[in-house]
């Protein structure tokens, strides 16, 4: 049974007596052959893997390829051209079926390489999609070999013993081991708003799925507290895999963009179809059409003119365009999670970010230990453990001071949840970088690491924002003493002593104003303060199941000063948003001197500039809040449900607001922001999964790359759109006026018969393969043309195809058209240009004219304003794609078996100069027409009195 799965160890339903609900979490262990305390071997949960499978979810069986291929001819306008086509062969067939039916086969052959094309396209955006996924998938953290491992939740098996945390993504669902003070939110299984709290003795008797506290359940999050917990189904056999089904018939909404493009398609679809029958009516009428081969090249002419100017093919160059950009993003270590949230970015007005790693290192040092004794300086950076103890320059000796600083030190230490580990001599830590900092820093005191081995942990009171503390009970030879650490001025509140020395006093009002004073002079410096009390627990009061009631009558220790300095690159960066009309601001939990002190230094507030409390939010009006968030870019000492209340009173203001969050708290308002943003190295799987997209730097000089780079990804949009649509309104205009203008240019029936056409079906086939492929792609990866920082944010409400850029694809379109057409009317005898060649050559000239106009006008629609050389030679992708339409042409101008595919005759080496010639009219009129937007817009932005740049962003309605 090598190649069959195991079935999962049978977990009875809920309404048996073998309910493992209802039974103790150690046999349950036994039972998938685990030991909790150890958990399972990496070689053992590579076997159950293989057994059971990946932890997934099936969704939707994936599409075979050879029917995504054929999609590619699912289109209404394709299936005529196949009727006309199957006609074509008919009359052929009926006539004798004499020679080749060479319209056929080359109509079929460019049909044939489209789908290619439109297939290779719809393959590339779905491997992005796909690599996004998997740089996006959540993780989880177990107990392998006996020491804590994160691997990716698809990899839990039956066995894995779960490391739950504050918020952790569920991934599998699971027995609990034990749980402190566990909160789960279960609202995406059950519907259920509020978190449940869990524990883990057996259930009395069978319970609901919504009642059964001791199990957790995949895809559910962590709200609160810690706990452990055994596998005990994964993949399908979970709870979430009973409603997969239902997932996967979940249809995804289009984005704004999406739908306008479409919408576009579909309106440009009206208007060519019916020019394409206005053109097929005329030619009837004015070439007397009477055979029904006359009738078979019309209806071809027709509806190969309506397949090459519709621009069905946009929604897939879209949706790679926007793939290549969201790999190029990634690669900046900015990782958007859904393709359309690139949208988004580029119309930011605001960026709320956290302080602490994100504008920072988040590089915790801690440089001073201020106890009743006095202030101990401690030297080093970073997490190495090597550093000295100083008094005023001198090294800290055995006394008092000593005493208090290492009881502050080792409580401190003891009341987290981070570990500090050496490989190679490089230092990390894994958890919290503020307790992390802590375990560096009582390894620089004498006997500070022996204290802390005799103390054996009891039981933990988790830290949350809105309490700002963390407590652990932890039992000594001697004692059994409650460790907390948290804020300075909360910390104090539960206080009602403090210690010097070995010694014990009250606390009064004069110690607790100089405490806060210190608190107020070090905030002021850019410090964080963090306070450390105590108390011995008596016998009576020790339990494994705590909460923060157990917080009282505590011992004040002292404070510890941390210093995470600010991100260098995060002053420049702020400067920049500036700049592009992006408002910064800094929300944080820290002191608001230490906040108003940051903000100052990476330019976020001006020198002196005050920074709102949590508190000064509460006490505020509705409309007060609102004014506040119009005017305040510094916010102190706030809880969750202020960042949340911040981002929907900016929304109010018609703002576009991407946040950035770590915590599980968080997540609401990751939600309910424009662009969510969750921090990859902190962040917790809960928050990831709220955001939109991950930093995977913690960095807020991502943040501002990324908006950088989403603008340049609108703008590439924006180009290629421009020389679609451009282009393809150039060959309706070619054919539409010359059949409306066939006398006046000289275009006459040719000798011996045939219809009077500026160009053939398969000739304007042929232009739709080689220049709506390759060079709308590789404008959809195009440099930086303009300054996009230079602009304000786009109005989300603002279409993308505006009224200047429809007048502008018609004036180029028109251009277009004409040029080919004089260009015809050149080469043929009679006219308004007499020439002296054969029809056939002047056909060819005409197309070729216009294939050249069409790459001349990829090089044009680089920039709605700026000049066509600015930057020019800036893409080689672009380039490239011009080279191989240019070689392409030549082939089927000058090789016989082309010439006789396409109906082409060989042009002589003037001729080709003349057509290129004739093709550069469309660039030098759109230089002209650039000359005439950039002085109108300067000419506005002197009547504004300002350069765009230079103005703050104007509230953008809300689409």
Not at 141 to 170: C, F, H, M, N, Y
Not at 501 to 526: C, I, K, M, N, Y
Request: net charge negative; aromatic share 4%.
């Amino acid at each position: 049974m090598g190649s069959e799965k195991m079935s999962p160890p049978a977990l009875p339903e809920a309404d048996t007596p073998g309910d493992v609900t209802l039974r103790p979490a150690p046999d349950v262990a036994d039972d998938l052959n685990v030991a909790p305390e150890h958990g399972l071997t990496s070689a053992e949960a590579a076997t159950r893997l293989v057994s059971y499978g990946p932890n997934d979810l099936q969704g939707a069986p994936p599409v075979p390829w050879w029917r995504k291929f054929l999609r590619q001819f699912q289109d209404p306008l394709v299936y005529l051209l196949l009727v006309a086509v199957a006609i074509s062969l008919a009359a052929w067939i009926l006539e004798g079926a004499v020679g080749v039916p060479v319209d056929v086969v080359v109509i079929l052959a460019i049909l044939l390489l489209n789908a290619v094309i439109g297939y290779a396209q719809l393959r590339k955006a779905d491997t992005a999609v796909a690599a996004l996924a998997s740089m996006t998938a959540a993780r989880s953290t177990v107990l392998r070999d006996g020491r804590q491992s994160v691997v990716p939740s698809s990899e839990l098996v039956p066995g894995d013993i779960l490391l739950l945390a504050e918020g952790d993504a569920v991934g599998a669902d699971a027995r609990l081991l034990t749980a402190t003070a566990l909160q789960v939110q279960e609202s995406s299984l059950t519907g259920e708003s509020s978190a449940v709290t869990k524990q883990a003795g057996p259930l009395p008797s069978p319970m609901p799925l919504g009642d059964r506290t001791n199990m957790v359940f995949k895809g559910t999050g962590v709200a609160t507290g810690v706990g452990r917990a055994v596998v005990t189904s994964t993949g399908m056999d979970t709870q979430m895999g009973a409603i997969a089904h239902m997932l996967a018939t979940t249809e995804q909404e289009d984005s704004p963009l999406t739908h306008e493009i479409a919408l576009v398609s579909r309106m440009l679809g009206v208007v060519v179809v019916s020019i394409a029958v206005v053109v097929m009516v005329a030619l009837v009428l004015v070439n007397g059409v009477r055979t029904g081969a006359g009738f078979v090249d019309v209806l071809l002419l027709g509806v190969s003119l309506a397949v090459a100017a519709v621009p069905e093919g946009l929604p897939a160059i879209l949706s790679v365009v926007l793939a290549i950009g969201v790999q190029q993003l990634a690669r900046q270590r900015a990782v958007v999670k859904e393709l359309h949230a690139v949208e988004t970015l580029g119309s930011a007005s605001v960026i709320g970010s956290d302080k602490t790693g994100t504008l920072t290192r988040n590089e915790m040092t801690i440089q001073k230990v201020v106890t009743a004794s006095g202030t101990v300086d401690l030297t080093g950076t970073g997490y190495a453990p090597v550093g000295e103890a100083l008094v005023e320059g001198r090294l800290l000796t055995e006394g008092p001071q000593l005493s208090e600083a290492r009881a502050l030190l080792v409580q401190g230490s003891l009341s987290s949840n981070a570990q500090l580990t050496e490989t190679d001599g490089d230092w990390t830590v894994q958890g919290d970088p503020t307790e992390g900092a802590f375990l560096v820093a009582v390894r620089k005191l004498e006997g500070g690491t022996q204290r802390m081995d005799a103390y054996r942990r009891i039981a933990e009171v988790p830290f949350t924002s809105e309490r700002r503390m963390m407590s652990t009970l932890q039992a000594h030879p001697e004692r059994t003493r409650l460790m907390t650490k948290g804020a300075p001025d909360v910390l104090l509140a539960h206080c009602d002593s403090y210690r010097v020395g070995e010694e014990v006093r009250p606390l009064d009002q004069g110690v607790l104003d100089h405490v806060l004073a210190e608190v107020e002079a070090l905030s002021s410096q850019a410090y964080r303060t963090l306070g450390v009390a105590y108390r011995d627990v008596p016998a009576r009061e020790v339990s494994t199941d705590l909460d923060h009631a157990i917080e009282h009558h505590l011992v004040y220790v002292g404070m510890v000063a941390i210093i995470d300095p600010p991100r260098e690159e995060a002053r420049t960066a702020i400067a920049e948003a500036h700049r592009a009309g992006i408002r910064t601001i800094m929300i944080t939990g820290d002191h608001p001197s230490t906040a108003a002190r940051i903000g100052a230094d990476l330019g976020i507030i001006e020198e002196g500039g005050r920074a709102l409390t949590g508190v000064q939010l509460d006490e505020l009006s509705d409309e007060g809040f609102r004014q506040a968030a119009r005017e305040v870019s510094v916010y102190a000492r706030v809880a969750p449900e202020h960042k949340l209340r911040i981002i929907d009173a900016l929304q109010a203001d018609d703002r576009i607001v991407a946040m950035t969050g770590d915590g599980v708290n968080d997540a609401p308002a990751l939600k309910s922001a424009d662009i969510g943003i969750a921090m990859g190295i902190t962040g917790t799987e809960v928050t990831k999964d709220a955001a939109k997209m991950i930093l995977a730097d913690d960095n807020f000089a991502t943040i501002v790359q990324a908006v950088r780079q989403g603008r340049v990804i609108f703008a590439n949009i924006k180009k290629f759109l421009r020389y679609l649509l451009s282009s393809n309104m150039g060959e309706v205009f070619t054919v539409f006026l010359g059949v409306v203008l066939a006398g006046v240019i000289g275009l006459q029936s040719p000798v011996g018969g045939g219809l009077a056409l500026p160009l053939l079906a398969t000739q304007i086939l042929w232009i739709n393969l080689v220049t709506d492929s390759a060079p709308a792609l590789a404008m959809g990866i195009d440099p930086q043309t303009d300054d996009v920082m230079g602009q304000p944010p786009r109005n989300p409400a603002e279409r993308i195809i505006d009224h200047r850029m429809w007048l502008g694809i018609i004036l180029v379109g028109a251009a277009m058209g004409l040029s080919t057409l004089a260009t015809i009317d050149m080469f043929l005898p009679g006219g308004l240009l007499p020439g002296q060649h054969s029809f056939q050559e002047a056909q060819t000239a005409g197309f070729t004219t216009l294939v050249f106009a069409q790459l001349f006008n990829a090089i044009n629609s680089r920039s709605e304003t700026s000049s066509a050389f600015h930057r020019l030679f800036v893409n080689p992708w672009l380039w490239g794609a011009i080279g191989v339409v240019v070689v392409l042409q030549v082939l089927v101008v000058q090789v016989p078996l082309l010439q006789t595919a396409f109906s082409t005759a060989p042009l002589t080496l003037t001729q080709w100069a003349t057509c290129v010639a004739m093709g550069s009219v469309v660039l030098w009129f759109d230089e002209l027409r650039k000359i005439v937007l950039r002085a109108l817009d300067v000419r506005r932005s002197a009547g504004a009195g300002a350069s765009p740049a230079a103005t703050p962003a104007t509230p953008a309605p809300r689409g």
